[in-house]
């Protein structure tokens, strides 16, 4: 019987379970310069480190990257830096860590850019509500990058790449998932380009694939893994068309010429029985055209974990919110034991609470 606390080992990753940290944002580089923190960062994730794999909170690749308040970043050597102790600290607990390099496009707002447009495939406001220092604020309308914009951003991913390498991390995912940059250009919605990067399927995942070609240039593919969620719709200012499916086949199925870590999943974050170009089946539908490792998330427990490793369907499962309230996560999958519930309200506040005082079973 396959099973997520079994050890998992495939020609890239050797890990102690197929248990991972699903990136999340938790906003807690509340200082000059956005730096992660020994104190907080690293507490919170050596305080995960049981994982098979931890995936980092969406890390910027730039300022420009940025939309929401108190993200660390990864484009700076402070942060650099910041990042080389909370990476030695998991490594010390056993861990294994990636970091996830983001580029948040339109979903942000002009007060995180001194004023400037966010930058986006096209001029086209995802409608979106943004959280500034100046409280809840509508999105707008972005600028449509230039040609030398989309250089110097796949420029920005390939030395955000570099640093991680430098911060001594087992490997970054490409965030190219959840409606921010990367997914922008995917979709016909988002993409009204005509050039070399829209108007075909080809050409709207070309950025995504000379993002990929440029961090290989700094470390090997084969710690390089890159997310997705195909069936977003109606969250995110995304919206899907017929176009859709087929854009995200292509692009996995090409992913097979290139040895990656993994590939992350997610399935719908919402019911889309409804929407007429979704897929509902996310595991299911892109298993049989990935040959490598096939991440999967999004609403699992324990029991379905099990399910679809035991389907076929995927090699590892990424928890989210579960391992906001549950620390130890592994251990009480382990012992069958409870599980916490976690606090919606303080997923994106400063400090330590809601952060790193979730107990562990022994302290309950
Ligand atoms: C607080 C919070 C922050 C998140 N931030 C990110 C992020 O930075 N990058 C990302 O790819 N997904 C992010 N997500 C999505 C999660 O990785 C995951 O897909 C989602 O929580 C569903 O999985 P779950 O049902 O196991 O929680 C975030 C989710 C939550 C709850």
Not at 132 to 151: R, Y
Request: with cysteine.
């Amino acid at each position: 019987m396959k099973n997520i606390l079994k050890p998992y080992k495939s020609k890239n990753l050797t890990l102690n379970n197929a248990v991972v940290m699903a990136p999340m944002t938790r906003c807690r580089a509340d200082n000059e310069g956005n730096v992660p923190t020994a104190e907080l960062h690293g507490t919170y994730y050596t305080q995960r480190a049981s994982a098979g794999l931890i995936i980092t909170e969406g890390s910027q690749v730039s300022t420009k990257a940025i939309g929401y308040l108190n993200t660390a970043g990864i484009h700076t050597e402070a942060q650099t830096a910041g990042w080389k102790k909370v990476v030695g600290e998991v490594h010390e607990n056993g861990g294994k860590i990636f970091i996830q390099l983001w580029h948040v496009g339109r979903m942000s707002h002009p007060d995180f850019h001194g004023g400037d447009l966010p930058l986006a495939p096209s001029a086209l406001n995802p409608e979106a509500d943004v959280y500034t220092s100046k409280g809840q604020k509508k999105t707008v309308a972005p600028k449509e990058m230039t040609l030398e914009e989309i250089k110097e951003t796949i420029k920005d991913f390939k030395d955000a790449a570099s640093n991680a390498m430098a911060a001594g991390f087992d490997g970054v995912e490409i965030h190219s998932s959840n409606g921010y940059l990367l997914h922008q250009f995917f979709n016909k919605t988002s993409n009204h380009r005509e050039d070399a990067y829209g108007g075909t399927m080809e050409k709207r995942a070309k950025i995504f694939f000379d993002i990929l070609e440029a961090i290989s240039e700094v470390m090997p593919v084969s710690k390089i893994g890159a997310r997705f969620n195909p069936s977003l719709h109606g969250m995110f200012g995304m919206t899907m068309d017929e176009e859709t499916i087929p854009t995200f086949e292509y692009i996995i199925k090409r992913l097979n010429e290139y040895d990656l870590a993994y590939i992350h999943l997610s399935e719908p974050f919402t019911d889309v029985s409804d929407i007429d170009y979704a897929v509902s089946n996310i595991a299911k539908h892109f298993r049989p055209l990935y040959e490598g490792t096939l991440m999967i998330n999004a609403g699992f427990d324990q029991e379905k974990a099990n399910e679809v490793l035991e389907a076929g369907n995927a090699d590892l499962v990424a928890f989210g919110k579960l391992y906001v309230s549950n620390p130890d996560l592994v251990a009480r999958f382990e012992k069958d034991a409870s599980l916490a519930d976690w606090d919606e309200d303080t997923f994106y506040t400063t400090g330590k609470e809601g952060y790193t005082d979730y107990p562990i079973l022994a302290e309950q």
